[in-house]
């Protein structure tokens, strides 16, 4: 009669393992974009974009932050525009863009550890390096690890 119950038993732990160590494992490393280099190095040069025809502050210089996850493969998954300054209709041409990025795991991520982090899309940026850096800060996250 024991023996009945020990692949029942055996399974209901592995249940109860999976509840509590899935979440744990699901989480990635939260990366800030100037060290994403340490793990994953982007491979294509160039990207394709779908930019709107006409919409809201599309010709005004503004940024938008795109968060995703280098995946396992190197490639973005759950891709999320979440920040465009000034208010405008970008925000799907940067999401765009980001979810045409490839990486290549770096010689320290052999691997392939996914990874979390965020890649700020300038629009229309000024050419003065202290202007363009002025842009880009507006759309700085916190909370990702230098």
Same mark, same amino acid.
């Given at each position: 009669?024991k !023996?009945? +119950? ?6 209901? =732990?592995?249940?109860?393992? =999976?509840? +509590?160590?899935?979440?744990v494992?699901?989480? !990635? ?6 060290? /994403? %280099?340490? %793990? ?12 709107? #025809?006409?919409?809201? #502050?599309?010709?005004? $210089? ?6 995703y ?7 973005? /998954? ?7 300054v000034?208010?405008?209709? =970008?925000?799907?041409?940067?999401? !765009?863009?980001v979810?045409? +990025?490839?990486?290549? $795991? !770096?010689l ?20 003065? $390096?202290?202007?363009?850096q002025?842009l ?7 909370? %990702?690890? $230098?």
């Open positions: 009669m !023996s009945m +119950f020990r692949p029942l038993r055996q399974a209901l =732990l592995l249940a109860l393992a =999976l509840v +509590f160590v899935a979440p494992l699901a989480q !990635s490393r939260k990366v800030d974009q100037k060290d /994403l %280099y340490r %793990y994953w190095i982007l491979l294509n040069t160039q990207v394709q974009m779908d930019a709107p #025809n006409s919409g809201l #502050n599309l010709y005004n $210089p503004g940024c938008a932050a795109v968060t996850t280098v995946g396992s493969d190197g490639v973005p /998954l759950d891709v999320r525009v979440v920040k465009v000034p208010k405008s209709d =970008l925000g799907p041409a940067a999401l !765009s863009a979810s045409h +990025f490839r990486y290549g $795991p !770096s320290s991520n052999r691997i392939g550890e996914p990874v979390a982090t965020y890649y700020v899309v300038p629009f229309n940026a000024p050419k003065d $390096p202290a202007q363009r002025q880009m800060d507006a759309c700085k996250l916190p909370g %990702y690890a $230098p």
